[in-house]
Nanobody
Framework: QVQLVESGGGSVQAGGSLRLSCTST?????MGWFRQAPGKEREKVAA???????RYADSVKGRFTISRDKPENTLYLQMNSLKPEDTAVYYC??????????????????WGQGTEVTVSS
C-alpha cells in the first residue's frame, strides 16, 4: 500500500505562483498530479517517472513544472502564471507502472486526499 499526503495549496492572485508537495510512504515508478474543479471531472495535469521524464497536459505546459525527489519519495508541482481557471482541488497520485504520457485517473492505484488551490482575478 501507498499513502500520499499533499500540502502547499492556498489562495493566490492571478499571475502568482504556488508550489505543491506530495509525500509518499514508498517509492513508485510513476507519480502524477490531477485536479478537479467544482462540478467538473477530474483532469490530468502532469506525471513523472522514476527517471524524471515529465509529461504534461496541454493546459499547463509552459506554466507548471513537475519534479520528484526520489530518495525522499516526494513529488512537487511548481505552478507559475496561475489563472482563475486553475482553481481546483489538486490530487497527488501514484502507480507502479511506467507512464508513457499522462495516464487517465483510473490508471493510478494510489491517491492523496487533495489540497485546494484558489486563484482570484
Amino acid at each position: 500500500q501507498v499513502q500520499l499526503v499533499e500540502s502547499g495549496g492556498g489562495s493566490v492572485q492571478a499571475g502568482g505562483s504556488l508550489r505543491l508537495s506530495c509525500t509518499s510512504t514508498r517509492y513508485t515508478l510513476c507519480m502524477g498530479w490531477f485536479r478537479q474543479a467544482p462540478g467538473k471531472e477530474r483532469e490530468k495535469v502532469a506525471a513523472i517517472n522514476y527517471n524524471h521524464t515529465p509529461r504534461y497536459a496541454d493546459s499547463v505546459k509552459g506554466r507548471f513544472t513537475i519534479s520528484r525527489d526520489k530518495p525522499e519519495n516526494t513529488l512537487y508541482l511548481q505552478m507559475n502564471s496561475l489563472k482563475p481557471e486553475d482553481t481546483a482541488v489538486y490530487y497527488c497520485a501514484a502507480r507502479d507502472l511506467y507512464c508513457s504520457d499522462v495516464p487517465d485517473a483510473r490508471d493510478f492505484s494510489y491517491w492523496g486526499q487533495g489540497t485546494e488551490v484558489t486563484v482570484s482575478s
